[in-house]
Each structure stands twice: as C-alpha cells, then as structure tokens.
C-alpha cells in the first residue's frame, strides 16, 4: 500500500532540489551584485536582445534626390505664388534661373544635403540585404543597372564607337607609358565610352530642368560641378568653359570688325 502512493509529496524534501534552489539564488545575488558595480552589463543585454532595423521596410524608398532636385523642391511653393496660373514648364524655367544664380558656397549646401540623402539610401539598402528583402530595380546602382541592360554584344570590340587608335595615340602622349597592350586599349576605349554616355545623360538632365533642348558647355561644367563622380573633371571643365567663352567674344569682335570695314568699303565706292 505504501508503494502506491504517489512520490511528489516527497519532491521539497529532497536535499538535492534543495541545494538547486540555494545555488540558483545565490547565482541571481551574483548577477544583482555585479549589475551594481557595473551598469554596462545590464544595458549591453538590453541592447543584444532588441537588434530591431532603424528603418521601416513597410514604408516605400525613395530615391536619393540631387542638390538640383532638393532646392527645387525648397523653392517651388514660393515661385507658384510668385507666378500663380503659369504652366510647370515655366515654373521649372523660373527655379532653373534661380539655381544658375547661385553661388559655389550656396549650391554647396544643397550638395551636402543630397549627400546625406545618399548616405541615408545606401545604410537603408545595406540593411535590407542583410535582412534578406529583395532591393527594387529602381534603387540599384546605376552601374549594376547599366551591366545588368547591357547585353554581350554590346560589349564585343566590334561595337566600340571611339577610335581605337586614336586612344592609342593618346595614351602614348604619356612618357611614363613605355608600351601598351591591345587588350589594355580596348578596355581604355569602352571605359571612355561608358564614361562619355554617363557625363552626356547628366548633361542633358540639366538642360531638361531648364527646359532645353540644346546642351551649352556650362551645362557640362554645372555637372562637374554637383555631381561627386565628376567633381574630378571639375576645375578643368571650367577653364576649358572659360576659354570657349572667351574665344567666341574674341570671334564676334572679328566678325563685327569685318562687317564695319565691309560698310565702309560700301560708303567709300558710293
């Protein structure tokens, strides 16, 4: 009969559970104790635990806008009040007027602010492959969007558009360049290429905001100018811009002193 009763009763009694208990609480005064003396702990395993993303994948991106794009976008609500009833192309006129009177030092505010924009994208998108969501076409890189349209034959040797020997000639104007191989200029010739449809497409963005059709060489020095993958290019394009300027004043000049001597070539044989 004694056999049959149930052992459970007899569980508190047991030595052995007992010092389980006493161990376990001797190692939570331990824990308390070493919390106290060190507050770090406590806050470092509260941070390990909660490794929530700063950023709401729920919420759709956006692209990172361009210091054009973010003054535009400042400066829009005031020219509408300014020109109230006029039609977008004149608006986007007006705020391209604007922005062509600015300063380096003011334009470089807006520069900052689409720098941050970037910084903002690329940590958004860097813990969205790290979380495994799958990144939209439209906020790639421009260079893998390029690679990925780009098909094989475009890349063949057939199909480059610059002169191959031309760029051979120009990269022996270097003295350092003893030999090249025929490899080399190729790869030379299409990085020209895809770097000249970059600056182009850039370019012709700029005359769009503006509402034009023809690409003006300070459309190309505003490009050096704002964008970071030509800001290389930038001081360079501007002496070249400036010397183009001068050139033509100093062709206008001949050309009116040719006509004014025409005229009185005219008035003497009358």
Known sequence: MDSSKPTGTNISNNPNNQNHKENKLEQQQQQQQQQQHNPSLSTSSATTTTTTPSYDFSRPLKKARTAYFIFQDEKR??????????????IARVIGQ??????????????????????????????????GIEIPNNLT????????????????????VLPVAR??????????VRGISKEAVHLLTKAAEHFTSMLG?????????????????????????????????KDDIRDLVSEQVEDKRKAQQQQQQQQQLQVQQQQQQQ
């Open 201 to 233: 497409k850039e370019t012709a963005k700029i005359a769009q905001m503006q509402n034009r059709r023809k690409l003006l060489p300070q459309d190309i020095a505003e490009v050096c100018s704002i964008r970071e993958a030509f800001f290389f290019l």
């Open 98 to 131: 604007l922005w062509s009177k600015l300063t380096p030092a003011e334009k470089e505010y807006y520069q900052i602010q689409s720098a941050k924009e970037r910084k903002e994208l690329s940590n958004t998108l860097q813990q969205m492959k790290e979380a």
């Open 167 to 176: 760029i051979r000639k120009i990269c022996r104007l270097d003295t350092e």
């Open 77 to 90: 609500p005031k020219v509408q009040l300014e020109h109230p009833g006029e039609n977008v192309g004149t």
């Open 141 to 160: 890189s421009p260079s893998n969007a390029a690679t990925s349209k780009t098909s094989h034959a475009s890349n063949s040797i057939s199909n480059l």
